[in-house]
Structures are given as C-alpha cells and as structure tokens.
C-alpha cells in the first residue's frame, strides 16, 4: 500500500536551517511527484510547491520561493524538505503528499523558538 | 492566482442531516477540482477529485459537482466520523491553491 511516512518534529532557533523527510513506498517514486503543504496553529492548508520525482525540478508557490528548498533522493525513494533562516512565522505542520495530493504524510511539525 | 471561496465557514449540523459546502473559483478551473477532509491532528484524506470523482474507499454519501467556477460537496446522512474541516483546492494552474476551509461541527 503508498504510504508516506514523515520524519519527527523540529525544534529550531531563529536563523538556523532544519530539513524535513519524506519517505515513500507502495509505488514507484519517480512516477508521482511529491506536493509540500504548510498548516500554521489552527490555520489552514498553503499549498507551498511542488517537485518533479523524475527531473528533480521543483516548483515554489510565491510565498515560498526562496526560504524553503525542495530536494530528492530516489536511490531511497525520498523527498526533502529544508527551510534556511527560520522564522517564528515558520512554525508550522508540514506535510508531504504524492501529487495529486491522493496519498499524504502524517505531517511534521516545526517549532521556531529562541 | 486563482483564489478559491469556501462559504459557508462554519455550520453545524445532525447526525442523519445532509449539508452543502460551496466552493467558489475566482476565474474558470474547468473541473480541476478537488475536495479534502481533514480532522484534528490529522493529515488530510482526499475525498474528492475532477470535481466529481469519488476516490477509491470514500463512501457514495459524499458527492461533488460543478464546472467552471462553482462548485459544491454535499454529504447526505451525516455520520459522526463525518464531522470535520473540509477544502477544496484547485489545480488548474499554479500555484495551485486551497479555499480556507468549512468546519462541520455536530448540532
């Protein structure tokens, strides 16, 4: 069965980088890309962008461009998740999801706290 | 970018109650829709998607319609495990993007 399986939560300093995991099976993962989705505290869902699981391209919503990088490794069939510099703003649940969004990780959650 | 309006934000109903969540585009999506329901502490599950195509294992007392840009879920015979946040999201183009969400609260 696809499932999609998410690396623990985070707790980061302001300015410091963390990187988030993404680990699929049940398919193959370079036949779907893979979708990353922010949810703030008791907010709704921000699509943040895209990455193509075969040419490793990836496409950022505005509002994401920039702060949060997108990368693979296919040898263990596995999508990434770095946000640079963090921000109070950036504590969040994160959550990977096979593009169309039909099958979706447990979700991560970051804590940007000093 | 295309922005989608959920309406309404809240409502409440019964158990055996059927409701109606309308989801409205900014500009023409075709069918690019789809439907999520998510509950506390939970991933969103997909429901919904081509506005009208049920994903595999949903249960038929959920149906989605419309074209364009208006769109609607209704959920007949409402079960307790139904009560939960519902978006819907586009993706007819980029950057694909999510109403802001209906939250079905038990009466």
């Known amino acids: 069965q696809v499932q999609l399986v998410q690396s623990g939560s985070e707790l980061g300093k302001p300015g410091a980088s963390v990187k988030i995991s993404c680990k699929a099976s049940g398919y193959t993962f370079i036949d779907y890309s893979i979708t990353w989705v922010r949810q703030a505290p008791g907010q709704g869902l921000e699509w943040m962008g895209r990455i193509n699981t075969n040419t490793g391209t990836p496409t950022y919503a505005r509002d994401f461009a920039g702060h949060f990088v997108f990368s693979l490794d296919t040898s263990v069939s596995t999508a990434y998740l770095q946000i640079n510099s963090l921000k109070t703003d950036d504590t969040a649940v994160y959550y990977c999801?096979?593009?169309?969004?039909?099958?979706w990780g447990q979700g991560t959650l970051v804590t940007v706290s000093s | 970018d295309i922005q989608m309006t959920q309406s309404p934000s809240s409502l409440s109903a019964s158990v055996g109650d059927r409701v109606t969540i309308t989801c409205r585009a900014s500009q023409g999506i075709s069918n690019d829709l789809a439907w999520f329901q998510q509950k506390p502490g939970k991933a969103p599950k997909s429901l919904i998607h081509a506005a009208s195509s049920l994903q595999s294992g949903v249960p038929s007392n959920f149906a989605g319609r419309g074209s364009g840009t208006h769109f609607t879920l209704t959920i007949s015979n409402l079960q307790p495990e139904d009560f939960a946040t519902y978006y819907c999201?586009?993706?007819?183009?980029?950057?694909?993007?999510f109403g802001q969400g209906t939250r079905l609260e038990i009466k």
């Open positions: 999201q586009q993706y007819h183009s980029y950057p694909i993007t």
């Open positions: 999801a096979r593009a169309p969004e039909d099958y």
